[in-house]
Every structure is written in C-alpha cells, then in structure tokens.
T-cell receptor, first 117, second 110 residues
Framework: DADVTQTPRNRITKTGKRIMLECSQT?????MYWYRQDPGLGLRLIYYSFDVKDINKGEISDGYSVSRQAQAKFSLSLESAIPNQTALYFC????????????????FGPGTRLLVL | DQQVKQNSPSLSVQEGRISILNCDYT??????FLWYKKYPAEGPTFLISISSIKDKNEDGRFTVFLNKSAKHLSLHIVPSQPGDSAVYFC?????????FGQGTELSVKP
C-alpha cells in the first residue's frame, strides 16, 4: 500500500464549483504540504502544515484553503474553481525527526490531475 | 522570481553515456539542495541531496556537485540507463520548505 495517497486521481469540474482534494498518509509524519505543478514552472508550494494545529500559506495560496483534520489527513479546497487552477496537484509529507532541522526529505503522493472548464 | 532555475527543459543522452543535469540558484542563504526524479503519473521521489558544507555527494551512479561561488549544482548520472528517463527537479530547502526548479526531462536512448 502506498504511504501517501491522494483522492481523486483525476477530476474535471466547472468554473465556480467548490472542490476538495484529499491526502492521507500512513508514514506517521507530522509535516504535510500541498503543491501544484504547471508546465515550465516546476512545483510551487500552496500550503503547508508542520503539525495538526499549524497551517501556513505557501507561495501561491490565493484561491485555496486547507484543513488538517488529523495528523494523517490534509485536505486542499478550491472554494470557487477557475480555469487557471487547472494543474497537477501533489501532497507531500516529511518527518522533522528524519534529519537535520530544515533538511527533512519530503515524500510525495501520486498526484491529482485537475481540469477546470 | 525563480530562485531555483533549470534552464534546460530537456536532455537526450545515449545509453551508457553520462547525463549531466544543471541547476542554478540565486539565494546564497540556501544551505541544502536535493534532486527529485519524477515518472509520468507518479509523484516526485527523492534521489540525492547535498549540504552546502560539501562540494560533492555520491550515491551509486548518481553524483551531485555543488559550486557555491557560482551558485550552481549539477547531477551526473553515469552510466545512463533507459530507466533513468524521467523529469528531474532540483530543489533547495529554506525554513523546511522546498523551492523547486522547473525540471529537466531526461531521455536515455538505447
């Protein structure tokens, strides 16, 4: 079984709709992240959470919100989807005890491909 | 403002030869760098890393070189194999967050 799972794997939605992407992990890590990947831009950080009570904005948080329901679950919501949110979305986890401070390896889920029409 | 840059979107190499993937960064405060590999329909997977106190780190066929004065790092794959064909992302860590380059798609031809 995969350590980091994302649902759904693919989603097509319409402009203005609310959509939630979910991420679950069995690695027992305390840190979780949401990224989006766009062609030519690499991966960009949307939100991150270093523990259940900690939520932080990343580089491109506008238009998104998150919820850390438990240590193992981190959801990303698009309150009113727009076409330029069409992208590949990745969830990742890391363990603050897994290396020197600030040098933890991140483990990624398989991604969710989102198309907003 | 792209703090981590991979200026070559693609690279094609013959099997058995060396693959060299390059990465430049602008922030001299970065002190830890990683390379991730990504296959289609999968998430990125960690490949190799290097701390700024080193100039080289080797793991099997993969070696990462860091030139701090030039703010440049490179990933060498020797010998290249068809299974190495993937997108490679360079990344820097700052405050526990990864900052990625745009990626380079490597194609290793038999």
């Amino acid at each position: 079984d995969a350590d980091v799972t994302q649902t759904p794997r693919n989603r097509i939605t319409k402009t203005g709709k609310r959509i939630m992407l979910e991420c679950s992990q069995t690695k027992g890590h305390d840190r979780m992240y949401w990224y989006r990947q766009d062609p030519g831009l690499g991966l960009r950080l949307i939100y991150y959470s270093f523990d259940v009570k900690d939520i932080n904005k990343g580089e491109i948080s506008d238009g998104y919100s998150v919820s850390r329901q438990a240590q193992a679950k981190f959801s990303l919501s698009l309150e009113s989807a727009i076409p330029n949110q069409t992208a590949l979305y990745f969830c990742a986890t890391s363990d603050r005890t897994g290396g020197l401070a600030g040098q933890e390896t991140q483990y990624f889920g398989p991604g969710t491909r989102l198309l907003v029409l | 403002d792209q703090q981590v840059k991979q200026n070559s979107p693609s690279l094609s190499v013959q099997e058995g030869r060396i693959s060299i993937l390059n990465c430049d960064y602008t922030n001299s405060m970065f002190d830890y760098f990683l390379w991730y590999k990504k296959y289609p329909a999968e998430g990125p997977t960690f490949l190799i890393s290097i701390s700024s106190i080193k100039d080289k780190n080797e793991d099997g066929r993969f070696t990462v070189f860091l030139n701090k004065s030039a703010k440049h790092l490179s990933l060498h794959i020797v010998p290249s194999q068809p299974g190495d064909s993937a997108v490679y992302f360079c990344a820097a860590i700052r405050g526990g967050k990864l900052i990625f380059g745009q990626g380079t798609e490597l194609s290793v031809k038999p």
